[in-house]
């Protein structure tokens, strides 16, 4: 049986107090029969589990694990092996975000990838009581994939007699189960060290740890000048060359760093470290270069691309009691935009992706990107524009009706002037086109429509494309009280969104969505506290008015036209509104409604 392979030909021994039976089966069929066999396989059969962690992946030239770490879970049963708890181990309580693979180690050496139930069971029935010994092997979610055969298409020869041995720490004893207890100093570190988070005051790097190692060396230099950023410190580069880098603080300070290369791998390690500084803060930092700041600020930047550079050293000064040049700033907002720029590119390419996501997520929505027809030419797909209309929203907007059926619709008259001058760019028209919206009376807007025509018939025909009711002051009526005719609810919008315009795409999209969300939610709130049928500034408004009326006295002439007459100097308020009909209108009715209290009074 030693020489048997797994791949051609399976032999599965099912043991039982009074028989034996070994199961010879081609590729094919050898999963269902192992599933189906392997309770009575795994019966009794008790295992230990070696859970590797904390170590690094080395791909080439061959599959190696430089391993560090090891929690040791011994007398498990075969039959309770489950990838979900073996996955819930290493997140839970070996310091790591999200495991993306699972590999295990065959008694040869070798790595397998191992799937689901799928590649448990299998792993089951390869084990017996010369081979019970499991090692597995995590990949995190910040490592790079590793690239190893799945376990279906194990072939090596599984009867056979095997030693585990390493060099590692581990965490077991012999006395224990598989209750041990972890060194949860070490995993926060190592999940520290996978995070590798710059947060605002940089707390993941305040401290450096005699086990740490790196990548390569510049690695190590970027987490080195990040803790002396963060703790303030002049660290000094005393010694840097391709196998090592020494590092000091000022003259009477014992720190002393020394990274060189790990004589286990091709990676790097710290050798030396003197970790205690009696020296002072450090207003200027040596350590605190360009491609360091840019580092530090690229959230920020990220999530503010309008990031002044006084902000900027105002943050330095407060976080570090760091004094940086503006030249230096400049260099590294520029450079943290530029690494930025390859997430606004990600970004527009998930578009698509994000577009469908919010059709599932919210039915009834329209969702609408449109495509350059010029680049469509062209072979090319590249983002021009995109629509999105929340089904809440949408639902709101067609309920206006029912709730306010006088409300009226206006044009943003700069809007008119963009799309309507695309054509017509001549200043004089552009003039008149002002002129026929600022008519307070219809003659008024015809005789600016013919000036306007005997400059450009076409240019009057296209300009009555837009609704006169709508962007003329002379056809509002007096029902809505506001005759602007600028859009001041958009360009709210507009400065309301201005952080959120500078990021990448998506996270524009995501920022506008909360903020909708949060201030309908806001406003539905505030809506039910109301203590009467009008909102609480309406109110306030509707008094102010009031009192304003009743130090007015409202005339009328022959044509029943009202006249106001102010009833003293503070209040010649009521002269100058009469310069603006709508509100006229206001002042009228409340005054009137007054002077109807006044005699249901008496």
Known sequence: MADVGWKDTIGCLIENPSWLICVNIIDDVANAIVMAILPFNMKDLLVDLMLHYGGKWITKPLLVYDEKYVATRRDTSANLLDYDKIVEEYTKNLGFVLVKQILVKGHSGKFYFLEGSEGIKILQCLLNEQFKVVNFFAVDDFEETVFAPNIIHHSEAYLVECEYGTDAETESDDDQSSDDEYNFDELELIKMLKSK??????????????????????????????????????????????????????IGCPFVLLISQDGKGPGFKV??????????????????????LAQYFRRKVQNNPQYKLKDMRKDLKDQFNLNASTSKLKRAKRMALQKLQGSFLNDFNRIEAYANELRLSTPGSDIV?????????????????????????????????????????????????????????SGEMKKLLWWAAWSTYEEDFKDQLSALGALSKSASKDLLKYPAQTWCRAYLDTICKNQMMDNNFTESFNSWILEARGKPILKVFEDIRIKIMNRLREKEEDASKWTTDYSPKCMKLFIAYMRIAQLCSVDFNAASKAVFTAASQRQMACSRLSKQPQRQQLIHSVATASKSCQIHEK
């Open 369 to 425: 990107i449109n495509l350059s027809k010029d680049a469509l030419e062209q072979g090319k797909r590249k983002f021009l524009r995109t629509y999105i209309c929340f089904n809440a929203l949408k639902l709101g907007w067609k309920e206006v009706k029912n709730v306010l059926p006088l409300s009226h619709h206006r044009y943003f008259v700069r809007h008119i002037e963009a799309n309507w001058m695309k054509r017509f760019r």
């Open 197 to 250: 988070e710059v947060n605002a005051d940089l707390s993941h790097y305040k401290e450096l740890h005699p086990s740490m190692t790196f990548k390569d060396l510049n690695e190590a230099r970027k987490i080195v000048n990040l803790y002396s950023l963060a703790n303030s410190k002049p660290i000094v580069m005393e010694k840097s060359d391709r196998t090592r880098l020494r590092y000091k603080c000022m």
């Open 271 to 292: 050798k030396t470290l003197k970790i205690n500084h009696n020296c002072e803060d450090a207003f200027k930092n040596p350590r605190a270069c360009t491609s360091t």
